[in-house]
C-alpha cells in the first residue's frame, strides 16, 4: 500500500510488483514512467502484452516460444537435425545463436533441476526431450549446455543418465577460463575443469 496514492496507481504498481527481480520501489519507478509518458503508450504497452499473450507459444518440436508451429529454426531445413542443443532457457538459446557457430537445433527444458524449490524432471520439458530422441529422425548427438552451477551440473547428470542408454552420443559444453580472465582469480573448481576440457593447441 502507498499511502495517499489513487487506487488505479496502488493497483498498477502492485501488479508490476509481481514480475520477477522489481521490487516495490521498481515498480512504482515504472508505473511513474507510463504515467508520463506520451499519450498511447500505455495503450501500446497494453496490447504488446496482449498480443504476446495470446500469440507466442511454445514449439512443439524444441518448446522455444514461437508464433509459428514449428519454430523458424526447426522449420529450417539448413539447420542439422543430427544435432540437438539443450538449454535451460530461451535466453540461453538466443546467446548461443548470437555466436552463429551452432548450426544444429536447440531443445529448451524451461528451468533446471532444483529440488529445493519444487522445480522436478516433471517441471521441464524432459518428457519431450525424451520424445525426439524416440522419434524415427532421432538425433545423433544431444549437447547439453546447462549453466554450470549446482543446479544446471545436476540437470546435465541427470539427462545424461536418462539419454546413454538410448544409443545417442551426450556431450557437454566446455568450460573453463573466460577470455581476459586471469588465472589467479578463477576458483578451483573452474581450474579443474578448465584442464580436463583441454584440447590439442
Do not use: W
Not at 9 to 37: C, D, M, N, T, W
Not at 57 to 86: G, I, K, M, N, Y
Amino acid at each position: 500500500m502507498i499511502p495517499g496514492a489513487p487506487e488505479p496507481l496502488q493497483r498498477l504498481v502492485a501488479e508490476l510488483g509481481k514480475l520477477p527481480g522489481v521490487g516495490e520501489r521498481s515498480a512504482l519507478r515504472l508505473a511513474f514512467h507510463i504515467l508520463r509518458a506520451k499519450d498511447g503508450y500505455a495503450g501500446t504497452l497494453a496490447d504488446a502484452i496482449r498480443g504476446a499473450v495470446e500469440r507466442v507459444r511454445l514449439c512443439s518440436v524444441c518448446c522455444a516460444l514461437t508464433e509459428a508451429d514449428p519454430c523458424a529454426l526447426c522449420a529450417d531445413p539448413r539447420r542439422d537435425a543430427s544435432l540437438v542443443c539443450v538449454v535451460e532457457g530461451v535466453a540461453d538459446m538466443l546467446a548461443v545463436e548470437r555466436t552463429r557457430e551452432f548450426r544444429g537445433r536447440y531443445h529448451v527444458l524451461h528451468g533446471a533441476l532444483s529440488p529445493l524449490d519444487g522445480v522436478g524432471p516433471e517441471q521441464l520439458r524432459v518428457k519431450e526431450l525424451l520424445a525426439r530422441i524416440g522419434a524415427p529422425d532421432a538425433p545423433r548427438e544431444v549437447i547439453l549446455a546447462t549453466n554450470p552451477d549446482i543446479e544446471g551440473e545436476a540437470t546435465a547428470l541427470y539427462l545424461t543418465r536418462l539419454l546413454r542408454p538410448a544409443g545417442v552420443r551426450v556431450t557437454r559444453i566446455a568450460q573453463g577460463i573466460p577470455m581476459g580472465g586471469d588465472l589467479e582469480y578463477a576458483d578451483q573448481a573452474t581450474l579443474i575443469r578448465a584442464l580436463s576440457s583441454r584440447r590439442d593447441a
